[in-house]
Nanobody, 113 residues
Framework: QVQLVESGGGLVQAGGSLRLSCAAS????????MAWYRQAPGKQRELVAD???????TYADSVRGRFTISRDNAKNTVYLQMNSLKPEDTAVYYC???????WGQGTQVTVSS
């Protein structure tokens, strides 16, 4: 059974940084594209960043240049480094493994102004 567990969320001041981790079990992530999504209160879930199995990355316009997605296939983990955080980045962040269509439970990120 494929499971994804996110960690690294928390409360940070505007301008600060956080690194989210998503650890997979029950599969090897090297076979799949991985993605981070986020959902703010009252809003739809939106794509933040995506990384293919080959390492090609894409980003939402709102985070490009501030966030970096990466993967460590040996650790079966994908990361989201978030710098220069803004209050509008506040949301629950979810990890997604495309090959299996599975979501993690989410981790809360709160950015105070």
């Amino acid at each position: 059974q494929v499971q994804l567990v996110e960690s690294g969320g928390g409360l940070v001041q505007a301008g600060g940084s956080l690194r989210l981790s998503c650890a997979a079990s029950g599969t090897i992530i090297s076979v799949s594209a991985m993605a981070w999504y986020r959902q703010a209160p009252g809003k739809q879930r939106e794509l933040v960043a995506d990384i293919t199995s080959g390492g090609t990355t894409t980003y939402a316009d709102s985070v490009r240049g501030r966030f970096t997605i990466s993967r460590d296939n040996a650790k079966n983990t994908v990361y989201l480094q978030m710098n220069s955080l803004k209050p509008e980045d506040t949301a629950v962040y979810y990890c997604y493994i495309r090959h299996f269509g599975k979501w993690g439970q989410g981790t809360q990120v709160t950015v105070s102004s």
